[in-house]
């Protein structure tokens, strides 16, 4: 993914792979699957290949795999 590129405003959807995404619909941001806030393609890092899910956070990440505590 060449991140100088304008992906549009809406919501992506994207297919989430070992260290890399594929984008399957064009968008700005993905939402995170814990929190529920919007995460920007370009500032996209933690991600469940097993979960297909997106992350905010580390802190989120753990959460979201049953791994964060409450």
Known sequence: MNIQESFGDGEAVVEFKDGEFVIVKPGGFVRCA???????LRALKYWSVDRQEAYADAAAALKGMGLGGE
């Open 34 to 40: 814990v929190t529920g806030v919007r995460i920007p």
